[in-house]
């Protein structure tokens, strides 16, 4: 069974940083393309960053420069480090693998997010 487990969010002034946690079990995060999404309130939850098992990685055009997503396969785990932190960078901050199975079904897992809430 798949299950991802995000930690690190917080409360932060603008210009801070913050480091996201997201430990998987059930599958190697080496494996997979993993990602990093977001939801503001009254808002559409948007793809931040993403890690394929090659270890490219691509951006929000939001948050270039300022936020780096990582893995440690050793620790099953993947980051997202978060600096220059603004106002508008304020969410849900959720960690996400897609799955396709062998008889060709897509299933998205996801954690239960973390708050990063960034002060002004």
């Known amino acids: 069974q798949v299950q991802l487990v995000e930690s690190g969010g917080g409360l932060v002034q603008a210009g801070g940083s913050l480091r996201l946690s997201c430990a998987a079990s059930g599958l190697p995060v080496s494996s997979y393309a993993m990602g990093w999404f977001r939801q503001a309130p009254g808002k559409e939850r948007e793809l931040v960053a993403t890690i394929t098992s090659g270890g490219g990685t691509k951006y929000a055009d939001s948050v270039k420069g300022r936020f780096t997503i990582s893995r440690d396969n050793a620790k099953n785990t993947v980051y997202l480090q978060m600096n220059s932190l603004k106002p508008e960078d304020t969410a849900v901050y959720y960690c996400?693998?897609?799955?396709?199975?062998?008889?060709?079904?897509?299933?998205?897992?996801w954690g239960q997010g973390t708050q990063v809430t960034v002060s002004s």
């Open positions: 996400n693998v897609a799955v396709i199975y062998s008889d060709g079904t897509v299933y998205h897992y």
